[in-house]
């Protein structure tokens, strides 16, 4: 049985607690120094780094939680608010909050970029954007002929590959925003 720093037994309960805790004060820490150390998230944790590293073995896969979670919250309200729009402005606004939350995460991106596809589809259930598709479709905004679950692999694949070029610290967002913007559109509208 686990126990706590003070040999208490540790409930699940605990365990979730100390998990939300951690991934919080690794949120905050992160953002000030992108190099902070695990020791330093632990303190502001209110754990012990063997808390920590019981949660997460290493800090590649603390980073991973951090950017999962910010997409957990991120993710369905732009969802939502596309619904909302005309199908291109529906896909200017991905391309562009896409690259504005990646560029804000820069220096973490680079740490995860191998594993940003997985992250992506842990912190984000189903197919939303396929689904999104469907209802487009019936309501006649996308009349491309190219089938739905092949559109959203696109769109997700250049978002996802976008993203990554912003690894590279010449990458303008800006520039990158627009060029995504203008793919999305041409392939989808």
Do not use: I, K, N, P
């Given at each position: 049985m686990r126990?706590?720093?003070l040999g208490a037994p540790l409930s699940r309960a605990d365990g979730r607690r100390n998990r939300r805790g951690i991934l919080d004060a690794a949120t905050e820490a992160l953002f000030e120094n992108p190099a902070v150390s695990m020791g330093e998230i632990a303190?502001?944790?209110?754990v012990t780094r063997a808390t920590v590293y019981r949660h997460y073995p290493d800090?590649?896969?603390l980073v991973a939680a951090v950017l999962g979670d910010i997409a957990t919250v991120l993710v369905p309200p732009l969802l939502k608010e596309m619904r909302h729009l005309a199908w291109a402005d529906a896909l200017n606004r991905l391309a562009r909050r896409a690259i504005s939350v990646a560029a804000a995460h820069r220096v973490h991106i680079t740490t995860v970029a191998p594993h940003l596809e997985s992250m992506t589809r842990s912190a984000i259930a189903g197919e939303p954007i396929e689904a999104q598709l469907g209802a487009r479709r019936a309501s006649g905004d996308i009349t491309v002929?190219?089938?739905d679950a092949w559109l959203a692999l696109c769109i997700r694949s250049l978002c996802l590959t976008a993203v990554r070029r912003l690894a590279d610290p010449e990458t303008d967002p800006e520039r990158l925003a627009d060029e995504l913007s203008l793919s999305l559109r041409r392939?989808?509208?």
């Open positions: 126990t706590s720093e303190r502001r944790a209110g800090r590649d896969l002929s190219l089938d392939l989808c509208v």
